[in-house]
């Protein structure tokens, strides 16, 4: 969880630097660049967000795939054995 928020918290710092870059590098408005990024990536991770909602959970393997095979089994795995 912390990794997440450091993530966030650097892509934050990226994105604040870049506006304030872009708007001629102004002294002394740092929190209102690093409001004005934040609410970017917000907006960006919202839309995402809405993006995959309906698609199939990650956590839900495929019915059938190398790790897996068909029967939903680890292909080292015998059945005796778990």
Not at 8 to 14: A, F, H, N, S, V
Not at 64 to 74: D, F, I, K, W
Request: proline share 6%; glycine share 6%.
């Amino acid at each position: 969880m912390a990794d997440e928020y450091e993530l966030l918290q650097q892509r934050i710092r990226e994105k604040a630097h870049e506006l304030w870059q872009a708007a001629g590098s102004p002294a002394g408005q740092d929190q209102q660049f690093w409001y004005a990024a934040k609410r970017e990536i917000d907006k960006e991770e919202s839309k995402t967000d809405k993006e995959v909602a309906g698609s199939f959970p990650a956590s839900d393997p495929p019915s059938s795939s190398v790790v897996t095979g068909a029967t939903g089994e680890h292909p080292s795995v015998k059945q005796d054995e778990q």
